[in-house]
Structure formats: structure tokens, C-alpha cells
């Protein structure tokens, strides 16, 4: 008998399931922890290209590039990297290029550094203003719903859609010495 994933592996199987459902080739991130998993998924996947980048805003030429090479592609980033993006966003905004973006929230729920609670208390404004349509996950048992109607969305419609992955679904990160 097999046990069921726990809430740490849940999500981010049923984001990956997503991108495989949609047909996403090609993921972009700077490496974060929240998003470790997803990212290990997206890099063994044989049908994802992974790309790691050097900051966040080179992910919106990878979502147009890939857009206009025939391909959909998602960004994966913290709370802190949207700040970084706000001027590329109007990119895919004026071009019409279908994009999805999973941001692990930082500066909410217990967060140990106060760097990170000014840009993370921003980030939905931000995102909408940039026109994005956002969306919010608090709980594993939203992922699948939310993520799927995000990407049909952003995919069918040609929309900018930005998924927040809240501190608290996951995990609340831990100061170590």
C-alpha cells in the first residue's frame, strides 16, 4: 500500500501536473526554496526545458520568446523577484503573450526577515496594476483548481494570470545559524 504525498510534495505534483496538462516546455526560475520541488519535477521532466536565470526579469523574454517560437512557458519566482519585473511586464501585457506565474509569497505568515515583508505586502497590487489577473492559494486542496483554470485561462485567453503561492502553504521558512 502506498502513502499519500504530504502537503509538501502535494502541491507542487499537482502544479507540475498542470504545466503537463497545458503543454508548458519551458519553465523559468531563480532558484527558491519554496519552489524546490516543482523546480526538481520541472528539471527531470523530459518535455520542460528548465532555465535558470540570473534575475527574474529575464523570465518575461523567455515567456515571449517562447510565445513566439510556438511554445508556452511559466516563470516561478519569490515575492522579492516581481519587484525586479514590473517594467518588462508591459511586454507581455502589450503583445498579448499568454503567461503564467507561480510566486512563492514571502514577508507574510511568520516571516523571519523584514526585508522581505515590504515587496511581499506590495505583490498582489503590484501584479494587478502590471494587469495581471491574480489568483491566491492558502490551502494544497486549492492548488489543482486554481492552477488549472489559471493556465487555461492565461493559455486560451492570451491573459497574464499570477498565481500567489501563500507563505503559509508553503511552509514558514526558518532561521538557521
Known amino acids: 500500500m502506498h502513502s499519500p504525498p504530504t502537503i509538501e510534495h502535494s502541491w507542487p505534483d499537482a502544479i507540475h501536473a498542470q504545466f503537463r496538462r497545458i503543454g508548458i516546455r519551458q519553465v523559468g526560475y531563480v532558484p527558491d526554496a519554496g519552489h524546490s ?15 535558470v536565470l540570473t534575475t ?7 515567456v515571449a520568446g517562447a510565445a513566439l517560437g510556438g511554445q508556452r512557458a511559466a516563470l516561478l519566482m519569490q515575492s522579492s523577484g516581481v519587484g525586479n519585473c514590473i517594467n518588462m511586464f508591459s511586454l507581455l501585457r502589450n503583445c498579448g503573450f499568454g503567461c503564467v506565474i507561480l510566486v512563492t509569497m514571502r514577508g507574510e505568515f511568520g516571516e523571519f526577515n523584514p526585508w522581505q515583508v515590504p515587496m511581499g505586502s506590495i505583490t498582489e497590487d503590484g501584479l494587478r496594476l502590471a494587469g495581471f489577473l491574480t489568483y491566491r492559494i492558502e490551502s494544497p486542496d486549492d492548488v489543482d ?33
Open 145 to 177: 483548481d486554481i492552477v488549472g483554470a489559471g493556465c487555461d485561462m492565461a493559455f486560451d485567453g492570451n491573459l497574464q494570470v499570477a498565481i500567489l503561492l501563500s507563505q503559509r502553504l508553503i511552509g514558514r521558512k526558518q532561521w538557521t545559524k
Open 56 to 62: 527574474e526579469e529575464e523570465g518575461v523574454g523567455l
Open 37 to 51: 520541488r516543482l523546480i526538481t519535477l520541472c528539471k527531470d521532466d523530459p518535455q520542460i526545458a528548465d532555465v
